[in-house]
């Protein structure tokens, strides 16, 4: 099975990562949970670079998040809490081979 992989970039401020974690955690991941489509979710981070990898069934789910009203509310709360620290970066991509999801 082939997947989509959307990967979200961003710098947080240092002094905020504890605060960014807990909104990952509270508000992102439910949000990514509830979006028709999403196959899973990953929070990663190194430093204040911090990196959110979400796997989705088909371009048509991806498309239907950036529309979604959870996940816009949710843009509007990270952007309003300051954590952020310049410009956030996101990319698509088609996975190939299939995915191996070792815990089945």
């Known amino acids: 099975m082939d997947l989509i992989v ?3 970039r961003t710098a947080i401020r240092p002094e905020r990562i504890d605060a960014y974690e807990e909104f990952a955690r509270s508000v992102s991941l439910p949000m990514f949970h509830n979006q028709p489509g999403c196959r899973g979710v990953m929070f990663a ?4 670079e911090c ?3 979400t796997l989705w069934e088909d371009m048509d789910a991806v498309n239907a998040l950036t ?3 959870s996940y816009q509310s949710a ?4 952007e309003a809490t300051g954590f952020l620290v310049g410009s956030a970066t996101t990319e698509v991509l088609q996975t190939h081979g299939g995915f191996l999801n070792v815990g089945e």
């Open 6 to 8: 959307r990967i979200w």
């Open 67 to 69: 529309r979604s009203p």
């Open 51 to 53: 990196v959110v990898i």
């Open 45 to 48: 981070r190194r430093s204040s």
């Open 75 to 78: 843009v509007s709360a990270i």
